[in-house]
């Protein structure tokens, strides 16, 4: 059961001597690995119902591609910023404890599905006008942000206390803390761009991913056409 992801919900403590000792950390997060892609393959199916079950199909696909890619691009980042702090983190911890910040990451994702569920089913719907669906698509969307970032930053903030017994002691946890989470938020946020679509706009065919995947930027379509629509219907 040590090896399991249910550790990350049972004894912090027990986690942080196993990464700090590295033992059996392989088999860790390889439990870690299983466990995100079910997961957030369960979340996928939820978060893309309101628009058609074959998006759900294709998003319990996408969005466990898009937190392993995350994770996997990101320990890279953090492996780097690390050394540089001169933390004293093998490579191997590092990997473990970006897993292990995703998988209470999404244990967080998990205890939220009833939420989503609701909105998803029971106030969401693609009927109405055109401002009605596109007005509904926009809040979806924002919640589904403010959801997967509060599970992101709950994952490492549970973590920050840890990291101080892994580092160097004279390594600044707090710094490596703050530019592992800026790493998360901007390589989720481009990704999730990249794989788009999730919620899935009513304007748009039901499809994998859109054909101008490349262009343009996530931040860009959230200032631009998601926040304006939003503040504009929330306003009457």
Wanted: aromatic share 12%; glycine share 8%; with cysteine.
């Amino acid at each position: 059961m040590i090896d399991s992801p249910m550790i990350l919900l049972r004894s912090h403590s027990l986690l942080w001597r196993r990464i700090c000792s590295e033992k059996q950390i392989g088999r860790l997060v390889v439990s870690l690995f299983v466990f995100i892609i079910a997961a957030s393959s369960l979340y996928g199916i939820v978060l893309a119902g309101w628009r058609s079950p074959r998006l759900s199909l294709y998003v319990a696909v996408k969005l466990p591609a898009l937190l392993i890619g995350t994770t996997t691009l990101v320990m890279l980042l953090n492996w780097i910023v690390a050394t540089v702090a001169t933390s004293g983190m093998t490579f191997r911890q590092v990997v473990a404890v970006t897993y292990s910040a995703m998988g209470i990451a999404c244990w967080v994702l998990l205890s939220l599905v009833p939420i989503t569920l609701f909105f998803t089913y029971g106030v969401a719907s693609c009927e109405g006008t055109m401002a009605e669906q596109r007005l509904t698509h926009n809040y979806l969307l924002l919640m589904h942000i403010l959801l997967i970032a509060f599970a992101g930053v709950a994952g490492n903030s549970a973590l920050r206390r840890g990291l101080g017994e892994v580092v160097a002691p004279t390594c600044p946890a707090t710094a490596i803390y703050w530019g592992w989470i800026a790493a998360f938020a901007l390589v989720g946020c481009q990704l999730s761009w990249i794989l788009r679509p999730f919620v899935g706009s009513p304007f748009f065919e039901v499809e994998f991913m859109r054909p101008n995947a490349l262009d343009h930027n996530f931040f860009e379509f959230v200032l631009i056409d998601v926040l304006p629509y939003v503040m504009k219907g929330g306003g009457g």
